[in-house]
């Protein structure tokens, strides 16, 4: 928000210097972005008339200007701008003066530009006519007469006038940044309103009162019709006959200027002024376009077609909020009027509008629309419904004191629900307590009262009832930031906490930590992928289209095609990052990542995409092969706490080799995979070596984590090993086996574990050895060895029976 200090002093009186204005307003509780100053640098530049205008004789573009400056004989000066008229007021720079420029077509320099008398094409030029950019102005606040040429000044100035003081240029404008919390300080006013609470200043409110009206009544011109009350508050709205569009007075030009606005006519330029002065967005219509004498706030009617004011053609929804007339849509309702309703240069009576429209409305139109103006950015932010009429007075009031217009009498406003105050009792306990000083009451009240708020006191109990515009004081504590803003941040006093609290981690984080301390202990580095991929990153590691892994959640907006949806896995990213690695010529690399997938299926929370930790293992190498990546996800897996997994044979995974694969189970359910990679994927990736993998389903694997630990005593008797070598087909599994060996022995059992796995003579082609130790110990007595040779018989027997399995003979 621009306020320029001469503007805010009409207002409220603020008899300090800039620095400590700024100073004092970002205690209280302003943001401060920058403080631009006006009028500095310039020097010796004088309000001139031109008399006379002839063509220069040697140059079809330049005139030669005699120019009255107050003084002496006209002087004589060469321009090339075709804006300037015989009688035209415009600035002046005689010899020797200073701007800060640039000049035309040239770079800005720091110290700016001094000017000299010079000849252009033989022809003397003793000085030179300024543009509004010459004299230090942005481009975009330009008035409209001069945006192409000389400064056009307003003809209520004398010539020979100093610039800067005549026209008031010298001025400081402070850039506040308002927060969305606080569109009541996206106004003159509401910012006036914080100097004078800051300050201690009385607040002066603009005249709204138009001192003679017309007797025609507005409600004979203009009916008004609200169809959609939920998305228009209120609308409110005032004839003016007699309109006189003309440049507006220096006075209201430079309010505009400084805040940003570029002047473009009376009427125009006074909507823009009470937008700026109220924070109440205005619009002025030709009241010949209202066809029908009637105003009706509707939605759009859906694929209509819309010209707007800037000349563009709109495709509009049925969602979007319009004003209407009686045979279709004249403006887009907060956001920006229609072609056909614009205020030309013929235009004698007008409809200014000054109506309330919901932000979420007016917000969804503009971003639907991609366009957004200084209208629908108020709105969006949230407008009180209450300024409506005032800010609608207020226009009246300026139309009928610059003579630009008639006032009928009255106005039309329909306002369905009135916007009332949000009372609220408070406790002076609770705000000292807050704040962690000790305020009287009576000190609190005053501050309050000082921001418009009314209060009434009961004891500890204060009662509060804030203006409609503050919007943002809905709950006690927001009158705590109050009090303490304008006591002064500064003076809160600092104090460490007397409570500390201990920070831990979630078992969810621990297990994480846990999981990656391991993976790092194990030799893998830890990477870490972005989470947007392309969705041909499944197609590269060979996932079915009809896969639960290609339900992507797409991005709306992606940077590109590579980064348009969230992935539902990590290997692709994992293999990338060994593609990277092997073309740099790293001779061995094993990586982990452990991070989320996410699912378009509507199995999170309120039907919203599912997002899943997943546990990725990568690597390639000389040492690597499937038993070693087994047995890290084995190691990973036991030290975490799970227990009673087992690996199961999978051919079916297209990721993965179909002879090297395996799935990782627990209790008959799929937790995760692990394997070699393709050859083909892995030559995809640009790999021409085996690369291994594993994915695990790291949100199920810490639902089974069990970390409680148990005691066990050292045995107190020993144990007894039986070892036997059983020849059995390829075919068999030595988990089954293992499984049938744990069933049959019983309770006696300690341990079991395969040590060899033989092929060759004297083993049968299409058979294999696989030799188990069996380990047998009771906890309160010594086994024998004809209790542990009868056990060790049965589980022979149950061997032969189920597997057809066979002692080898040594």
């Known amino acids: ?247 507006s007075p220096w006075w209201l030009q430079r309010c505009l200027m400084y805040s940003g606005q570029r002047p473009i006519n009376n009427i125009v330029d006074i909507t823009n002024f009470v937008m700026l002065e109220y924070g109440q967005p205005m619009h002025a219509f030709d009241i010949r376009t209202v066809r029908g004498a009637h105003i009706i706030v509707d939605t759009a009617a859906d694929g209509e077609k819309f010209a707007t004011l800037d000349g563009t053609e709109r495709t509009l929804t049925g969602s979007m909020l319009m004003i209407k007339d009686a045979e279709g849509s004249t403006a887009i309702a907060g956001i920006m009027g229609g072609l056909a309703s614009e205020i030309e240069a013929d235009t004698s009576m007008v409809l200014v509008e000054s109506a309330n429209f919901l932000g979420d409305s007016v917000r969804r139109t503009s971003k639907a629309l991609t366009l957004r103006t200084e209208a629908s950015g108020r709105f969006e932010k949230g407008i009180d419904p209450n300024l409506a009429k005032d800010a609608c007075d207020r226009f009246c009031y300026l139309v009928e004191a610059l003579g630009a217009g008639t006032v009928l009498t009255g106005d039309v406003d329909v306002y369905p629900n009135v916007e009332k105050p949000v009372v609220l009792n408070i406790r002076a306990s609770r705000m000292n307590k807050l704040m962690g000083i000790e305020i009287p009451t009576e000190q609190m009240t005053s501050y309050l009262n000082a921001l418009e708020i009314k209060t009434e006191v009961n004891g500890d109990i204060i009662t509060v009832t804030p203006p409609t515009v503050r919007q943002d004081l809905l709950i006690e504590e927001d009158y705590v930031e109050e009090i303490s803003r304008l006591y002064g941040y500064d003076k809160l006093p600092v104090r460490i906490p007397a409570h500390t609290t201990e920070a831990r981690l979630t078992p969810m984080q621990e297990l994480r930590n846990r999981t ?67 073309s740099r010529n790293i001779p061995a690399a094993a990586v982990f990542e452990l991070g989320n997938t996410f699912f378009n299926n509507g199995k999170g929370a309120d039907g919203l995409p599912e997002e899943k930790d997943a546990l990725c293992l990568a690597a390639y190498g000389d040492r690597e092969d499937f038993y070693l990546m087994k047995g890290r996800v084995e190691e990973l897996l036991t030290l975490i706490g799970v227990k009673g997994f087992e690996f ?100 006696l059992l ?20 696989l030799a188990f130790s069996l380990t047998y110990r009771s906890k309160d007595r010594t086994l024998t060895d004809a209790e542990v040779n009868d056990i060790n018989t049965k589980v022979l027997a149950a061997l032969r029976d189920s597997f057809n399995a066979v002692l080898r003979e040594i």
């Not at 870490?528 to 289209?545: C, G, L, M, W």
């Not at 988990?735 to 049938?740: P, S």
Request: a negative charge; charged letters at 25%.
């Open 516 to 582: 990656k301390d391991i993976l790092t202990a194990l030799g893998l580095d830890e990477i870490q992928t972005y989470s947007f991929v392309s969705p041909k990153a499944s197609d590269k590691v060979r996932i079915p289209e009809d896969s639960y892994r290609r339900q992507f959640i797409k991005l709306i907006n992606p940077l590109g095609e590579d980064t348009s949806v969230m992935r539902t896995m990590i290997l692709p990213n994992a293999l990338e990052v060994l593609s990277t690695n092997w």
């Open 750 to 769: 300690e341990s079991v574990k395969l040590f060899d796995v033989y092929r060759g003579v004297p083993v049968p082609p299409g058979c294999k050895s």
């Open 648 to 747: 199961v044979t999978e051919s079916a995974d297209p990721s993965f080799h179909p002879g090297r694969c395996a799935d990782i189970l627990k209790d008959g359910e799929k937790i995760g995979v692990l394997g070699q990679v393709h050859p083909e994927i892995a030559e995809s990736y640009g790999i021409d070596r085996p690369v291994y993998a594993a994915e695990l389903e790291f949100k199920r694997i810490s639902q089974l984590v069990d970390t409680e630990k148990k005691y066990e005593p050292l045995p107190k008797y020993p144990a007894m090993v039986r070892d036997f070598a059983l020849v059995v087909t390829e075919a068999t599994k030595a988990g089954d086996l293992e499984k049938t060996i744990r069933n049959t022995a019983g309770g």
């Open 1 to 247: 928000m621009l306020v320029p200090i001469r503007w805010i002093k009409d207002y409220t009186d603020v008899n300090v210097g800039v620095h400590e204005f700024v100073d004092r307003m970002v205690l209280s509780g302003s943001n401060l972005e920058t403080v631009e100053y006006f009028g500095q640098g310039i020097s010796g530049v004088v309000i001139g008339r031109i008399k006379k205008i002839e063509r220069h004789p040697n140059a079809d573009k330049l005139l030669v200007c005699q120019i009255d400056v107050g003084k002496g004989a006209p002087v004589q000066i060469v321009t090339g701008a075709a804006n300037i008229f015989k009688g035209a007021l415009v600035p002046v720079c005689l010899d020797g003066s200073h701007i800060p420029g640039p000049l035309h077509g040239q770079p800005k320099t720091e110290d700016g530009v001094t000017i000299h008398n010079g000849q252009l094409r033989g022809v003397d030029s003793f000085g030179m006519l300024c543009s509004c950019s010459e004299l230090g102005f942005d481009d975009k606040v330009v008035p409209v007469v001069s945006k192409d040429g000389i400064w056009i000044l307003p003809d209520e100035f004398e010539p020979g006038q100093d610039l800067v003081e005549a026209m008031g240029l010298d001025d400081a404008v402070v850039d506040f940044e308002i927060t969305p919390n606080r569109p009541d300080c996206l106004s003159m006013i509401g910012m006036a309103r914080e100097a004078s609470a800051t300050f201690g200043t009385p607040l002066r409110y603009p005249e709204t009162q138009c001192k003679k009206v017309a007797p025609e009544k507005s409600e004979d011109y203009i009916k008004v019709t609200i169809a959609r009350p939920d998305l228009c508050k209120r609308y409110c709205c005032r004839v003016i006959k007699d309109i006189k569009v003309e440049q």
